[in-house]
């Protein structure tokens, strides 16, 4: 399984919801990352884990709180978002930290 | 800023022709990496290039290292119109718990049937 799921593809909320994204691999990798990617843009990291701790936080708002339950997932729960925050979500794993890195198809959030 | 720059913005080719796609970074890397993204979508790994190698083929594609004048370049030769995506150069920076990988602007790449 050389995959990374990421649900939901397409996500709505408001200002004032709550909601959460997830992301899955099963191949054993032991770094996992979140970025954050707008409309004909560069992917920009948010956070990295690294063995199931969190190693790099970008200066990401405290409106996004990433979760690492186990070595296979990695979720981002989100509260309060503001509209510029609409964009793609990604989430990606890699073997080590120097190592190639596989992507989810994103999340593409939106918030109204 | 680390970030790598790449050049043309966008490119369109005729089906067949190759396209190159050039990367500038700026600080000392371990390694290189080229990323493809469909509109979209999520990004698609296409080759790592170490920063003590100068040159690497993967099938169609052909990536260069000049670490001296900190670039890269990305050669897909007889190109076809599924090539059609954003083509992105990746360097490293930080090590240790601080490793992280900085994407560039991208190349727009269309190619037309």
């Known amino acids: 399984d050389t995959e990374v799921t990421q649900t939901p593809k397409h996500l709505v909320m408001g200002m004032t919801n709550k909601k959460s994204l997830k992301c899955e691999q099963h191949?054993?990798?032991?770094?996992m990352y979140w970025y954050k990617q707008k409309a004909k843009k560069p992917p920009e990291l948010m956070f990295v884990?690294?063995?199931?701790?969190?190693?790099i936080n970008e200066s990401v708002p405290s409106r996004f709180s990433p979760e690492c339950p186990n070595s296979s997932l990695l979720n981002l729960h989100l509260h309060a978002l503001q509209p510029e925050d609409s964009a793609l979500y990604l989430c990606?794993?890699?073997?080590?930290?120097?190592?190639?890195?596989?992507f989810g198809p994103g999340t593409r959030l939106t918030v109204t | 800023s680390q970030q790598g720059e790449e050049d043309p913005q966008a490119l369109s080719i005729q089906e067949g022709e190759n396209a190159t796609m050039n990367c500038s970074y700026k600080?000392?890397?371990?390694?290189l990496q080229w990323y493809r993204q469909n509109s979209g979508r999520g990004l698609v790994h296409l080759i790592l290039?170490?920063?003590?190698?100068r040159e690497k083929h993967s099938g169609r594609l052909r990536v260069t290292l000049d670490t001296s004048k900190k670039s890269s370049s990305l050669l897909i030769t007889a190109s076809r119109a599924a090539d059609t995506a954003s083509y992105f150069c990746?360097?490293?920076?930080?090590?240790?718990?601080?490793?992280?990988?900085?994407f560039g602007k991208g190349t727009l790449l269309t190619v037309n049937p």
């Open positions: 990606a794993s890699s073997l080590r930290d120097l190592d190639e890195q596989y």
């Open positions: 191949m054993g990798h032991r770094a």
């Open positions: 884990y690294s063995y199931e701790k969190l190693s």
């Open positions: 600080t000392s890397i371990n390694n």
């Open positions: 290039i170490r920063s003590n190698e």
């Open positions: 990746a360097t490293d920076a930080g090590g240790g718990s601080n490793y992280k990988l900085t």
